[in-house]
């Protein structure tokens, strides 16, 4: 692996595979909605989807005209903490679909008829985000884990904010955000160090060559815990019951996947086990981590009839409850351990998936992904270092998120056993 970063700030990842014919090439930015304001909240989506509408030498139509002709695979995604471009195309194809990638990366026009073209798309995609209750729960969640606070506000914005949202608005949030120093570009596949660095410097010339400016600092934000709800006639209700957990960079997450696999990570979990094969309760239940760069959820997330919620809201109780009174076995601790490693290890053998691990890892540690190291976290992994941090995350101040009909009692007296 090769990583080099220019005085810019600029850094460029380089995996060479030279048993592919593809390359797969990203360009990923710190900048999502933890970065935003009330004011702004929903632009580091709103540009992501402008940077494809049109550059100063392109049409939106001609970009994703050439990239299908060169059968690329392409497409964006936004974050709270980073907003990321990226394509896969044959090793052939590569100059030519990187050139694209930077061309509309550097030179989005932001033409007014395509602001108000786009806009109408992303209220559209607003509206759609209501109709399904778990991303209805996830942003209840944010909101009522962090009152008032960046990590509370939703990635896609609001209906207001992306109505009014104007040119001046876009290019005044990237001179804070998009800069050298807060871009990583990473390449996975059949590319030499050469090749790659080459790319960089005949298509990013104006981000390789720039003066260096200190990308914008996320501070640690106020956790509060609570209740917060959604009620709507759903056919099925989400509830998600979080606790402050880990953070990117903390040297324990091993520790904490570990715990996730146990507890609700795939069908042989707890949760799972007990809730959907001996319980009935749930169609859908599984835990989950997030890690931010400074703060950081593990959450409990169900798929549930309202007639269920009280028994359901019960049995998670039950099983943390059993882990903290009773800790892990050392056959599940051996069992989640493989099962990391396996997750890991086949990580890698997708491009897609490594390139993206890649660019995160730079993105929110400043630390170059090692796979190997990674490994030898998941080894050190041990019982009693589960469950003191099981301990450590289900001793704090849940948060308790509702999406979906009225529940006939309030989940968080359920869970309290009150």
């Not at 970009?63 to 059968?71: M, N, Q, T, Y």
């Not at 600092?217 to 759903?234: A, R, T, V």
């Not at 402050?244 to 069908?267: E, I, N, Q, Y």
């Amino acid at each position: 692996m090769t990583v080099k970063t220019y005085d810019s700030g600029l850094t460029v990842i380089v995996e060479r595979v030279a048993a592919l014919r593809s390359v797969t090439a990203g360009i990923m930015v710190g900048a999502g909605s933890a970065f935003e304001t009330p004011e702004n909240n929903g632009i580091s989506h709103f540009i992501e989807h402008m940077q494809f509408k049109g550059t100063a030498t392109r049409s939106a139509a001609e970009i994703v005209s050439r990239f299908d002709r060169a059968g690329a695979a392409y497409n964006a995604f936004t974050g709270k903490e980073y907003t990321c471009f990226y394509f896969k195309s044959i090793d052939e194809k590569l100059d030519e679909c990187f050139e694209l990638l930077s061309d509309l990366f550097l030179n989005a026009a932001y033409a007014q008829e395509e602001l108000d073209r786009e806009r109408k798309v992303i209220l559209e995609e607003i509206n759609m985000s209501r109709d399904e209750p778990d991303g209805v729960c996830y942003d209840v969640l944010y909101k009522t884990a962090f009152v008032g606070g960046s990590l509370g506000m939703e990635i896609l914005g609001t209906k207001n904010n992306v109505k009014r949202f104007s040119k001046p608005d876009i290019l005044e949030y990237k001179a804070h955000n998009y800069l050298p120093s807060n871009t990583v570009v990473g390449f996975v596949g059949n590319i030499t160090e050469e090749q790659a660095l080459m790319l960089v410097e005949k298509y990013m010339g104006q981000y390789v060559s720039q003066s260096y400016t200190a990308p914008r600092i996320l501070s640690k934000q106020e956790y509060f815990g609570g209740y917060g709800e959604y009620i709507h006639d759903y056919e099925q209700s989400e509830i998600s019951i979080a606790f402050p957990a880990l953070t990117f960079a903390d040297k324990r997450t091993s520790t904490l996947a570990a715990l996730d696999c146990v507890l609700g990570s795939g069908m042989s979990s707890r949760l799972f086990q007990r809730l959907r094969e001996k319980m009935g309760l749930v169609y859908s239940v599984y835990s989950s981590p997030w890690y931010g760069r400074t703060n950081g959820l593990f959450s409990v997330n169900l798929n549930v009839n309202v007639a269920n919620v009280i028994s359901s809201v019960k049995a998670v109780k039950n099983e943390i409850d059993l882990i903290l009174s009773k800790g892990v076995t050392e056959e599940e601790t051996e069992k989640a351990k493989m099962q990391l490693k396996v997750t890991s290890l086949f990580s890698k053998e997708n491009p897609m998936n490594y390139m993206l691990a890649l660019l995160r890892w730079r993105v929110m540690a400043g630390i170059t992904y090692d796979i190997d190291k990674l490994i030898a976290e998941i080894e050190a992994v041990t019982p009693d270092k589960i469950n003191g941090m099981a301990h450590e995350i289900f001793e704090g101040n849940p948060t308790f998120a509702y999406a979906g009909k009225q529940p006939s009692a309030k989940i968080i007296e359920i869970y309290n056993g009150d």
